[in-house]
Each structure stands twice: as structure tokens, then as C-alpha cells.
């Protein structure tokens, strides 16, 4: 147990649809990471928050977006659903912004969308 | 740009040694991690280099050379439950995580 939690832990929608994950990181991390994993593919860096501020920003489309709160939990918000995402989506979480903090995993959120 | 590239897929042998290798070209380094991903399950954190040589942490090592931009992750004693996709991800001088595809390893009885 990596002490990072998301939910839900599966999800299934429709396209077209609009869906919130939630991750709560480690305690005393202050950044969190998502990702997205679709099957037998990499992992593709999403977006990075750091102490409730943007930090990074990878391949994230503008149909997602993600917040980090004052309790330093995060959502990813994503809209307008299409096939194509379906995949899993992990959040991370690491002590600082910079420097060499090993990212520990949430169990992820299999999304799927018909 | 910025590239990583490892195997895709590798097959070993219980209780035998496999090398999972990996090469980074990265707008500069900070370090190099290793972990260990079984499918549909999060990634675990094996190991982190930023200087070159080998650290050794039980049946796991990981071998780091700068000047060749290459890395490599060694492990004994195979067992079956070593089965997983191997990550390979260099931190670049803006402190971002570049992350390869990965090498599944398949062990086999």
C-alpha cells in the first residue's frame, strides 16, 4: 500500500459523458501527478500540482482538466468522453516540486467507455 | 528531443538472470528510476541511480552510466512472480519524469 487512494476504482460511462477522479496523495505530499495508461501502452504524464498550483503540464487534452484543493486532494475532470479514453488513469504523489522525489502510485481508476 | 528506449519484451527462466536494458537521450539528468509494474496494477518504485555504478538491494540492481546515457536493471534468482513491465524513467533538468514504454518480462517454469 503506497498510501496514495483514488476513486472511484472502476467506472463506466457512456461517450459523451463527463466524469470526476479523485486522488488523495500520501500524507505530507504536496504533489500529485496523473497519468494515463492505455492497454499494453506506456505511462503518459498528464498534469502535475504542486501545493494547490499547476506545476506541469504533458499530453493532457482540453477536454481534461484536474485541480489540486487546499487539503491537497486532486481531481481530473474529464469531458466529452470518447472511446479512445478508456484506459486507466493513475495519480502519484511525491514530497516536494523539484528534485529527485520518488512518485509513489495510487491503484488507479479503470475507466471504460461504450 | 527526448527519447528512452527500452525493449519491449523479454522471456527468462526461473532462477536464472535477466538484464533489462535502457538508453536516455534527455535535455539533462537528475537521476534515472526503475519500477516494477504487474498488469492492471499501479507501478512500485525499485530503484534510483544518479551517479554511475551499481546498487545492489537484495535480488535487484541497477547500473547507471552517464557518459553512455544507459542503465540497465539486473535480476537474480528469478521467480515466476517477477513477471511484470519493467519502467524505466530519467528525471531531465526541469525535474520532469521521462518515462519509457517499458519491457514486459515473461518468466517462464
Known amino acids: 500500500d503506497s498510501g496514495v487512494t483514488q476513486t472511484p476504482k472502476h467506472l463506466i460511462t457512456a461517450t459523451g459523458q463527463r466524469v470526476t477522479l479523485r486522488c488523495s496523495p500520501r500524507s505530507g505530499d504536496l504533489s500529485v501527478y496523473w497519468y494515463q495508461q492505455s492497454l499494453d501502452q506506456g505511462l503518459q504524464f498528464l498534469i502535475q500540482?504542486?501545493?494547490?498550483?499547476?506545476?506541469a503540464k504533458g499530453n493532457i487534452l482540453e477536454r481534461f482538466s484536474a485541480q489540486q484543493f487546499p487539503d491537497l486532494h486532486s481531481e481530473l475532470n474529464l469531458s466529452s468522453l470518447e472511446l479512445g479514453d478508456s484506459a486507466l488513469y493513475f495519480c502519484a504523489s511525491s514530497v516536494g516540486k523539484d528534485g529527485p522525489d520518488t512518485q509513489y502510485f495510487g491503484p488507479g481508476t479503470r475507466l471504460t467507455v461504450l | 528531443g527526448q527519447n528512452i528506449d527500452q525493449p519491449t519484451e523479454m522471456t527468462a527462466t526461473e532462477g536464472a538472470i535477466v538484464q533489462i536494458n535502457c538508453t536516455y537521450q534527455?535535455?539533462?539528468?537528475?537521476?534515472l528510476f526503475w519500477y516494477q509494474q504487474h498488469a492492471g496494477e499501479a507501478p512500485t518504485f525499485l530503484s534510483y541511480n544518479v551517479l554511475d555504478g551499481l546498487e545492489e538491494k537484495g535480488r535487484f540492481s541497477s547500473f547507471l552510466s552517464r557518459s553512455k546515457g544507459y542503465s540497465y536493471l539486473l535480476l537474480k534468482e528469478l521467480q515466476m512472480k517477477d513477471s511484470a513491465s519493467y519502467l524505466c524513467?530519467?528525471?531531465?533538468?526541469?525535474?520532469?519524469?521521462?518515462w519509457g514504454a517499458g519491457t514486459k518480462l515473461i518468466i517462464k517454469p
Open positions: 534527455t535535455s539533462g539528468f537528475n537521476g
Open positions: 524513467a530519467v528525471l531531465d533538468s526541469n525535474y520532469q519524469l521521462i
Open positions: 500540482y504542486y501545493n494547490g498550483e499547476e506545476r
